[in-house]
């Protein structure tokens, strides 16, 4: 089995594995006690704390550790946010951070603040100008991730950290995806990161907070961890992260290296090998082990399984790999396909063998998954695709007349819409990438400079159908509302 999901979870280290199991018979005991088996668990603590303040780029007395790295974040941001209630309750946050610090600055915002999300490229990286504008004189906190955890975008940190330091506002970055590559560079105020992104273990996460940043803890008052994180510490799970974490390090460059090359192979032969296929995220200011790709005509959850079959391990962001049935965040705000979508990111170790395996399989897999939707067959770009042999073809009622006013569109049915001549496919109560598909199989019918309108109550086709019209060269016109969902019109240019 090949695992490709290293941005989720890091497999453990071996280092980590072996710093456990030796720190489980000198870490059990109290380190806040005096005699001799509290003093080695307080040995044991310091030690790592001091290794983890030297990888982050900080003071070792700046730096706690927490519970998970979710925690670190939520308690950075409300910490940081409480110390300077009297500067104002507006924080300042990209569009793409990573859930837990969106959910934690939303519910600020909920509780009497204010929030502005910064808008990102098709890259997914904010413009530091952009940022630096969206600063008040009652901003009390700025957040940026170091780099995208779906895309591999690395950010403009140093230079939002300087924007932020002009106008006296700290910087929080969550360094979960970055902080085993090395540290993060400029003068931001807080950093939060966890240690299961980089091969510790599970349970294990820091908040640095640096002197001189208001703080202000929240919630009942704890003597451990300066009273930022409450509770025991898991010191030999701690032992353990910082183990990992320093061995990564030693191995960072040399592993960067390798992986990148591994990265540049699938980004540059996935659209090769599969047609219709869109490669997101940075080119080049990335990070070393991930890319993300989607594939027009293709059930996310489907394709994953396929790939699972075949024994690869990989995550998606597209809607149906989703509880709430919403594209990922990251990708709505980036404006790209979320069709198919498939991140891969290589752990440490793998091998040229097992990408080479896994871009033998892809072509077969997303094969198979358009033929069980009857997606229309691969066209060049700018041009309509051909549907499927197999793909039974939506009926289309006359181009004028009161018949064609009159007739109800039944699902998947194609029916003219007054005497423009207009084609309208309703896909209501249908989920993408089908109302993507029913599109496809009706445009060779429009002509040049006709209209095909899409009805659709999915979330995912506000985002997949102006994809789409990218992708084939074609005007997407917009949207409008409808009885039921939303129209989305597309205009045919060639």
């Known amino acids: 089995m090949s695992y490709f999901d290293s941005a989720s979870s890091a497999p453990l280290h071996p280092v980590a594995r072996r710093a456990l199991q030796a720190s489980l018979d000198e870490g059990w005991a109290d380190p806040a006690r005096l005699y001799r088996e509290g003093r080695r668990a307080a040995l044991l603590l310091d030690a790592a704390r001091e290794a983890a303040a030297e990888a982050v780029g900080c003071r070792a007395d700046e730096l ?3 519970p998970s790295g979710t925690h670190a974040v939520h308690a950075g941001i409300s910490g940081a946010l409480a110390g300077r209630r009297r500067v104002g309750g507006h924080a300042v946050v990209s569009a793409v951070e990573h859930s837990s610090v969106l959910h934690a600055a939303r519910a600020a915002a909920d509780a009497g603040g204010s929030l502005t999300e910064v808008p990102v490229d098709r890259y997914g990286a904010v413009a530091a100008g952009a940022y630096g504008e969206a600063l008040r004189a009652d901003t009390a906190l700025a957040c940026l991730q170091s780099a995208n955890h779906e895309v591999g975008t690395v950010q403009p940190v140093a230079e939002v950290a300087e924007a932020c330091r002009e106008r006296g506002v700290p910087l929080l970055v969550d360094a979960a995806q970055s902080l085993g590559w090395g540290r993060v560079a400029g003068s931001w105020s807080l950093l939060a990161a966890s240690a299961h992104k980089w091969g510790g273990p599970a349970g294990v996460g820091l908040l640095a907070v640096r002197k001189g940043v208001r703080y202000a803890v929240r919630g009942p008052a704890d003597e451990r961890e300066s009273g930022r994180s409450p509770g025991f510490v898991n010191i030999p799970a701690v032992v353990a992260a910082v183990a990992s974490l320093r061995a990564v390090r030693e191995e960072a460059e040399t592993e960067a290296r390798r992986l990148s090359e591994l990265v540049d192979l699938v980004r540059a032969r996935v659209p090769e090998l599969v047609p219709d296929v869109e490669v997101v995220g ?15 005509y293709v059930d996310g959850e489907a394709l994953l399984h396929e790939l699972d079959r075949a024994d690869f391990s990989v995550s998606s962001g597209s809607s149906c790999t989703s509880d709430t049935l919403a594209p990922s965040h990251v990708l709505r705000a980036m404006g790209v396909l979320s069709e198919g979508n498939v991140r891969v990111s290589l752990p440490y170790g793998t091998g040229r063998a097992d990408v080479e395996r896994f ?15 009857a997606a229309p067959a691969a066209a060049a770009a700018g041009r309509t695709p051909e549907p499927a042999a197999a793909a039974p073809e939506p009926a289309a009622a006359p181009s004028s007349g009161p018949e064609a006013a009159a007739a109800p569109p039944e699902s998947g049915e194609a029916v003219a819409s007054g005497p423009a001549g207009e084609l309208v496919v309703d896909a209501l109560g249908r989920r993408c990438p089908v109302p993507v ?3 496809a199989k009706v445009f060779g019918r429009v002509p040049v400079g006709g209209k095909v309108a899409v009805l659709s109550d999915d979330e995912a086709a506000r985002l997949d159908i102006p994809a789409w019209c990218g ?10 509302p409808a009885d039921r969902g939303v129209a989305y019109v597309v205009r045919r240019l060639s």
């Open 359 to 373: 871009l033998a399989v892809l072509p077969g897999a997303v094969a198979a998954v358009r033929a069980r939707l």
């Open 282 to 296: 940075a080119p080049v200011a990335r990070l070393p082990h991930l890319v993300t790709f989607s594939c027009l």
């Open 64 to 66: 706690v550790f927490t």
């Open 437 to 439: 598909i029913e599109l």
């Open 471 to 480: 992708m084939r060269g074609q005007e997407y016109v917009g949207e409008r």
